[in-house]
Every structure is written in C-alpha cells, then in structure tokens.
C-alpha cells in the first residue's frame, strides 16, 4: 500500500521567515496531494491541493511543489506569521475524495 | 452551509464495552469516511462509505465496523474496547469520490478507553 513520509516532524522559524515541509510517497498510482492544518481540538482543515498533472500550485503565502518523478511534494510557507502555528500533514490519494494515506505531520511554532 | 457533525464529542469507556459513533455529512456530500488519529500512529484510514456501500477499508481488525443510512448519515462502531482504542476518531465527507472534490473533516470525537 502507499506510504507517505514527512519532514521534518517539527520546525520552529521566526515570524516573517519562511517554512518548508517536505514529503515522499511510494504508491504511482497516487494523483492527488493534499495538505491539511490541524489546530489545537479540531479536525484536519484542507488548505492547498494538487493534482498529478500540476508541478506546482500557490494560494497567497502557501505554495505547494509536485514532482511525481521523484515521488515528493513539498508545502511552502512565505512571510510566516504566529497563526500559522499548527500541526500541518501531508496526504496522499488516486483521487479527491478517495481514502487519504497521510504523513505524520509536522507540528510548525511560529515566535514573534 | 452547516460542516461535517461529528457526536458525541468526547466519551470515557471501559475495557471490554463497546462504542458507536456518529457523522453526519455536509447537505449533499454522499461520500462518508473514518480515520482514527493516535499521538503514535498519526491520522491512518479505517473505511469509506458511499451509497450505503463500503467502498474500501483500512488494516483494522474486525472489531472496527461502520455502515452508512440512506440520507447519508454514518455510524462506526467499537466492539470489545482496548486501551489501545484511545484516540481522536475524525469523519470526512465529500461529494463523490469521481466527481473531484476534497473531503472536509469534522472536529472528531475524542474516545478515552480506561
């Protein structure tokens, strides 16, 4: 089955820098690389998506890197600021909405 | 438009009982699935349910089970409760699986097994 990995399981940057957390998977058959925040007592909250057919996909200060060659992705955080703080995972599925095979999260502090 | 509704919210069983969850999806969504979330394992897929139908489930023994209603609506259950059963239970909705859309999650309910 797939397996996805994550680094690193944690990171401390200073506000204004900038955060990267990086992921492999295994399974080829996967085509579709979600990344969710989780906060303190509540669930998984989606906050960038991409797809097989994409290498790279930015929303505002979150980015997200595709290379299906290499069988990684990587989410990227600009100008970081203390809400970011959370436990951020990576997953991986065939398609949205499919059963999600997630990393082991990254929990990113954000200091002032 | 409400999000996914997860109840109870937290529940302390004991050794040996069993337990039933509750989800309701977002209107709409017919796609139900179940993870659980351990400090140890992270977040690992127990099954998934569209149309009343078990479309796929995760490495979890037997004493895991779910089923969805017809309106949607999703129940999974715990038999036999170990202490190792502790962990945050998370439901993800979604449209339809072949129709592109991600899943959304609920807040999850906290099972305590002491």
């Known amino acids: 089955g797939e397996n996805v990995e994550q680094h690193p399981s944690t990171l401390s940057v200073q506000e204004g820098d900038s955060a990267v957390i990086k992921c492999t998977y295994s399974d080829s058959a996967s085509n579709y690389f979600p990344w969710y925040k989780q906060e303190l007592g509540k669930g998984p909250q989606l906050i960038i998506d991409i797809r097989s057919n994409v290498g790279e996909k930015k929303d505002q200060r979150i980015a997200v890197t595709l290379n299906k060659t290499a069988k990684h992705f990587s989410l990227h955080i600009t100008e970081t600021q203390p809400e970011d703080s959370a436990v951020y995972f990576c997953?991986?599925?065939?398609?949205?909405?499919?059963?999600?095979?997630f990393g082991k999260g990254t929990s990113l502090l954000v200091t002032p | 438009k409400a999000g996914v509704t997860q109840t109870p919210r937290y529940l302390i069983k004991t050794r040996g009982q069993q337990v039933t969850l509750s989800c309701s999806p977002i209107s709409g969504h017919r796609s139900v699935s179940w993870y659980q979330q351990t400090p140890g394992q992270g977040l690992q897929f127990l099954f998934e349910y569209f149309s009343e139908t078990q479309r796929n489930k995760g490495n979890f023994p037997g004493r895991f089970s779910g089923r969805q209603f017809s309106n949607s609506r999703s129940e999974m259950n715990v038999s036999t409760l170990e202490l190792g059963d502790s962990a945050l239970y998370l439901c993800?909705?979604?449209?339809?699986?072949?129709?592109?859309?991600?899943?959304?999650f609920g807040q999850g309910t906290r099972l305590t097994v002491v």
């Open positions: 993800a909705s979604s449209p339809n699986p072949g129709q592109g859309a991600e899943a959304f």
């Open positions: 997953a991986a599925s065939k398609s949205p909405g499919y059963a999600l095979n």
